[in-house]
T-cell receptor
Framework: EPEVTQTPSHQVTQMGQEVILRCVPI?????FYWYRQILGQKVEFLVS????????KSEIFDDQFSVERPDGSNFTLKIRSTKLEDSAMYFC????????????FGPGTRLTVL | AQKVTQAQTEISVVEKEDVTLDCVYE???????LFWYKQPPSGELVFLIR??????QNEISGRYSWNFQKSTSSFNFTITASQVVDSAVYFC??????????FGTGTSLTVIP
C-alpha cells in the first residue's frame, strides 16, 4: 500500500543552522502539507502546497520557513536558521484531490535543536 | 476559538474496561469531515476513521466505535474492552474542505494491566 515517507526520522542540529526535512508524498497525490507538533501539544498546520505554490500558510510559517518540490517526488521543508523552539515533530501529509479529503500522514521527523 | 475540543487531557482505565473519548467541534460549513488518529509513543499518526458531515450513522470496527451527533457537534470514540496496546494519545481532527486539518489537543489514554 502506498505511503508517505519522511527522512530523516530524527534530526539533531545546532541553533542557527539550516535544516531540510524531506518528504516523499504518495505518487498520484497533488496536495501537500506540513504540520508541526511540539512535544506534548497538538498537531498544528504549517503550510499547504499545490501546483508548485503555497496555497495556505499559518502564522507559524514565517520567513524562516520555506517549502519546495524540487522534483516530481520530493517535498521539502527548510528552516533557515533554527531556533530552540523549532524543536518538534514535523509531519508531512499528502492528499489525492480536492474532493477526497483524507490526508495521508508520514511517520514524522523529530527535530531537536540544541 | 478552538475548532476541535478534546476536554479530556488524560484518562486512565483498567484493562478490559470500556472508555469513551470525547470530541466536540465547531464549524459553519455544511460539508466537513471528522477524523480520529492514534499516536503511539513512537510518534506516528495512525489513521482510525473518517466521517463526513452527511453520514451520521455510527460505526463499529472491532472494539472501536464512533458516535457522530451533529445536533451536539460531537464525534465521540469508544474503545470496548480496552487493552494495554490501546495506550496512546488520541487526536480528533476536523477538515472543512480541501485544505488544512484542525486537530484537538489530544487525549492521553493509559490502560493499566
Amino acid at each position: 500500500e502506498p505511503e508517505v515517507t519522511q527522512t530523516p526520522s530524527h534530526q539533531v542540529t545546532q541553533m542557527g543552522q539550516e535544516v531540510i526535512l524531506r518528504c516523499v508524498p504518495i505518487s498520484n497525490h497533488l496536495y501537500f502539507y506540513w504540520y508541526r507538533q511540539i512535544l506534548g501539544q497538538k498537531v498544528e498546520f504549517l503550510v499547504s502546497f499545490y501546483n508548485n505554490e503555497i496555497s495556505e500558510k499559518s502564522e507559524i510559517f514565517d520567513d524562516q520557513f520555506s517549502v519546495e518540490r524540487p522534483d516530481g517526488s520530493n517535498f521539502t521543508l527548510k528552516i533557515r536558521s533554527t531556533k530552540l523552539e523549532d524543536s518538534a515533530m514535523y509531519f508531512c501529509a499528502s492528499r489525492r484531490t480536492s474532493q477526497y479529503n483524507e490526508q495521508f500522514f508520514g511517520p514524522g521527523t523529530r527535530l531537536t535543536v540544541l | 476559538a478552538q475548532k476541535v475540543t478534546q476536554a479530556q487531557t488524560e484518562i486512565s482505565v483498567v484493562e478490559k474496561e470500556d472508555v469513551t473519548l470525547d470530541c466536540v467541534y465547531e464549524t459553519r460549513d455544511t460539508t466537513y469531515y471528522l477524523f480520529w488518529y492514534k499516536q503511539p509513543p513512537s510518534g506516528e499518526l495512525v489513521f482510525l476513521i473518517r466521517r463526513n458531515s452527511f453520514d451520521e450513522q455510527n460505526e463499529i470496527s472491532g472494539r472501536y466505535s464512533w458516535n457522530f451527533q451533529k445536533s451536539t457537534s460531537s464525534f465521540n470514540f469508544t474503545i470496548t474492552a480496552s487493552q494495554v496496546v490501546d495506550s496512546a494519545v488520541y487526536f480528533c481532527a476536523l477538515n472543512e474542505g480541501w485544505n488544512q486539518f484542525y486537530f484537538g489537543t489530544g487525549t492521553s489514554l493509559t490502560v493499566i494491566p
